[in-house]
């Protein structure tokens, strides 16, 4: 189980550093088909699944979740991953929130997580 999420954190993580990598090198936005491959809110998503997979990522190697929290935390994995799949295609501004607004839930609970794993 802690490899399986050590693995897709990692795939997470290069997918979304590739991401902002090649943002970055490239034209400030790429359009496509009239919409942004890569506006401001899709950057913010991804930097926010960064942050959240570093975070789960500390909370993994501390050793101090137990059962439900590693399942919990796998399942915001695959979550963020179809987020990713997602965001691989044109996104309005609409879904760009409401995936900022998911993110949001899953942080919440993530804070929520470390603060019982710090009572074990």
């Known amino acids: 189980m802690r490899r399986a999420v050590i693995g897709m954190m990692a795939m997470v ?3 979304t550093a590739g991401s902002a990598g090649a943002q ?3 034209p400030q936005e790429q359009m496509m088909g009239g919409r942004q491959m890569m506006g401001q809110g899709m950057m913010d998503n991804l930097g926010m699944m960064s942050q959240m997979m570093g975070q789960m990522h500390r909370m993994m190697g501390q050793g101090n979740l137990g ?3 590693q399942r919990e935390m ?3 994995m695959n979550r963020m991953g179809g987020m990713m799949q997602e965001m691989s295609r044109p996104q309005t501004e609409a879904m760009q929130a409401r995936q900022h607004h998911r993110l949001e839930q899953m942080q919440r609970r ?3 997580m470390k603060g019982e794993s710090h009572q074990h």
Request: proline fraction near 7%; aromatic fraction near 6%.
């Open 67 to 69: 059962p439900q929290q």
């Open 110 to 112: 993530l804070e929520v």
């Open 74 to 76: 796998l399942d915001m």
């Open 13 to 15: 993580w290069l997918v």
């Open 24 to 26: 970055m090198h490239g």
